[in-house]
């Protein structure tokens, strides 16, 4: 019997999902502050860095638009440069913090391309290290994530501080 604990779950089962008041928890994020329990890192006039509450693994986060908006064929060219220096600077924060050996980068369009939220769209940016595909999750059908978020989102904040203002 296999047994795993994720406390931090049962808030987004009880709200079906959804965890903002207006039915989006991306839209709900972007009105957070950095830096508080809601796992925000850093925010821009037209999109920000949060920490996802359901990692693949320690340190996946996502850089969203502040603007509700499914597709990213439907950004501004503006949107798509903050988006991208709000990723580059992830990405050298996650260098520093946590030593990963690769990253995944993508956007999930549409459920049957794994997306969680189909109506918000977001860059997932996804730390990998070699042998992190290890027996648990091959044998076990279970991920570990060794980190819990607070300790990372921390070591990220420390990380995106380094980087100096977001211009």
Avoid: Q
Avoid at 111 to 134: M, T, Y
Avoid at 146 to 163: F, S
């Amino acid at each position: 019997m296999k047994t795993l604990f994720a406390p931090w779950r049962m808030r987004w089962i009880r709200e079906g999902g959804r965890m903002g008041e207006g039915g989006c928890i991306l839209c709900d994020l972007g009105s957070r502050s950095p830096g508080d329990e809601s796992g925000v890192l850093e925010k821009g006039p037209l999109a920000f860095s949060v920490l996802n509450r359901f990692p693949y693994t320690a340190g996946h986060l996502m850089v969203v638009p502040l603007r509700h908006v499914a597709s990213p064929a439907d950004l501004t060219a503006d949107e798509w440069v903050e988006i991208h220096c709000l990723m580059g600077r992830c990405l050298r924060a996650l260098e520093r913090s946590l030593r990963p050996h690769g990253f995944n980068v993508g956007i999930n369009l549409g459920r049957a391309a794994g997306a969680g939220i189909e109506d918000h769209c977001h860059l997932h940016v996804v730390p990998r290290w070699e042998g992190d595909h290890n027996f648990l999750t091959v044998l076990g059908e279970a991920r570990v994530v060794p980190e819990d978020l607070p300790e990372t989102r921390r070591r990220l904040m420390e990380g995106l501080a380094e980087e100096g203002e977001l211009a």
